[in-house]
């Protein structure tokens, strides 16, 4: 009886001497030899099998892995376009508030300046009172003190010089002149006669007291009759008192001139230039103010 050997045997392969594969198998303790071309083929066709089936295995591991990739990156690119839009929102969002705040900042700022504008006008408006009170007081001051110096002494709107009492016409009525003669007439109708100037102090308070008491650009025009003529005698000039002669200093440059061989009665004027050259002979017939003198009581 043979035996069976059940110890399987790695199958030998080989070539013989005509060139022929052979193949040994010991199956089942027995050697078994073949010259089958089969063989091969079907290892060939085993092995182009197992190379297909090892590419379908690679092309679909490369398809999951893509996928994979592909869902990662969409997992972690949604988060950040999210987070970027929401960013950008936000952005336009504070861009909105900020634009808002300074539109707000400007309108506060065209109101403040406004306001301050209003303020300066009537700062200055304020200003100019002030200045108009000021004025005022400086002149309610002078009137004051010239009416403790008048008091009882001379009359209303009459002024006070030492012991001589002045009254200017200007200051009653700024809107009647005369000439020479009515003048005088109405001085002596007060009591008193046109102003006779017996020195230099007496001669600068006449000629400053009339320094604003003015109605016209032209000199000539702003003066004031005083008490000296030389109507009957030319050239020999005589204060209403008798008195003759004036002191030459008195005169203003090229004064008197008798211009036009009419000029006969004398008339004092404010000067800046000089405060003792104030007087100059004009007609007589011409309408101007006076100045009229008194004693005081």
Partial sequence: MEKVSFVRNAPQVFFNSAGYFKSRYKTFGKAVYGSNRWVLLCLG????????????????????????????????????????HDNHSNVIEAGENLKKTLETAIKNHTLLKEQIEQKKSINDENQRQVETLRTEKTNLQANISALEGTCGKCLPIWNILNSSCYFFSYLESSAVKNNWADSRADCVRRGADLVVIDNQEEQKYVSDSIQNMKTSNRLWENGFWIGITDVHSEGTWTWINNVTGLNPRYWMDGE????????????????????????????????IYWVCKMESR
């Fill in 45 to 84: 066709l085993l092995n182009v099998v197992l190379l297909i089936v090892a590419v379908s295995l690679g092309i679909k591991c490369a398809k999951v892995k893509e996928s994979s990739i592909h869902v990662t990156h969409s997992s972690a690119t949604q988060p950040t376009s999210e987070y970027l």
């Fill in 256 to 287: 008197p001139n008798n211009h036009g061989q009419k000029e006969d009665c004398g008339v004092i004027v404010y000067s800046s230039i000089s405060p003792w050259k104030t007087m100059y002979d004009g007609p007589c017939h011409n309408p």
